[in-house]
């Protein structure tokens, strides 16, 4: 098993332009989430996805859009992209919200808006 | 004021010894508490959950202290394969249970 995958590793943006960033896991998870990760400050959830069909907003939703395509594959797609973006972002998936549940990350993507 | 805090160091630690270090959290509805390792520029992976009555995983030992709202957790015989950072995590119902992460406290072994 794969696990958490997520593409691309490393990406470079200039201020204004689009991107999606792709996930996807292979432990049938039901519930699956988006994260950036800035010095000093933690995790902070963007999105996130209890099941298949339903997306909601975390911590820091603006400027981003999310997709729960099926099962396996939750993308976040950045319209207009800003250097507030600039960012290291992970996916995330568990058999169910919350709890005493284990989220298991991707290895991330690493985001410079210029 | 930060919903989860912790101190972010580092926390210089020579080989064998023991290392300690707290995290607060602000919300007393907190149901849920874990402490994740992260590795440098790597992914957060779990480290273990943190059960009321205190829990130990081999040479980890982590506590919960509800009254004065922070957990612990204690590395004895540290090695150096136990460098990483930290990080401190709470979920509650309220927040549909999903969860959030401190900032992490960094811990470096040296021989």
């Known amino acids: 098993n794969a696990g958490v995958t997520q593409t691309p590793k490393f990406q470079v943006l200039k201020t204004g332009q689009s991107m999606t960033l792709q996930c996807a896991q292979d432990?049938?998870?039901?519930?699956m989430y988006w994260y950036r990760q800035d010095p000093g400050m933690g995790l902070r959830l963007i999105y996130y996805?209890?099941?298949?069909?339903?997306?909601d907003k975390g911590e820091v939703p603006n400027g981003y859009n999310v997709s729960r395509l099926n099962k396996r594959e939750f993308s976040l797609r950045l319209e207009s992209a800003a250097p507030s973006q600039t960012s290291v972002y992970f996916c995330?998936?568990?058999?169910?919200?919350?709890?005493?549940?284990?989220?298991?990350f991707g290895p991330g993507t690493r985001l410079t808006v210029l | 004021r930060k919903e989860v805090e912790q101190d972010p160091g580092p926390f210089n630690v020579p080989e064998g010894a023991t290392v300690a270090f707290n995290c607060t959290y602000s919300n007393s509805a907190s149901q849920s508490f874990f402490w994740y390792r992260q590795d440098c520029r790597k992914e957060p992976k779990l480290l273990m959950s943190?059960?009321?009555s205190g829990n130990e995983d081999g040479r980890f030992t982590a506590q919960l202290n509800r009254a004065s709202q922070y957990i612990s957790l204690l590395i004895r015989d540290s090695k150096l394969s136990d460098s990483a950072t930290y990080l401190c995590v709470v979920s509650f119902k309220a927040a549909g249970n999903k969860l959030t992460f401190g900032g992490g406290t960094r811990v470096l072994v040296k021989p």
């Open positions: 432990m049938n998870h039901n519930s």
């Open positions: 996805s209890a099941s298949e069909g339903t997306t």
């Open positions: 943190v059960y009321s």
């Open positions: 995330a998936s568990s058999e169910e919200v919350g709890g005493a549940d284990t989220q298991y």
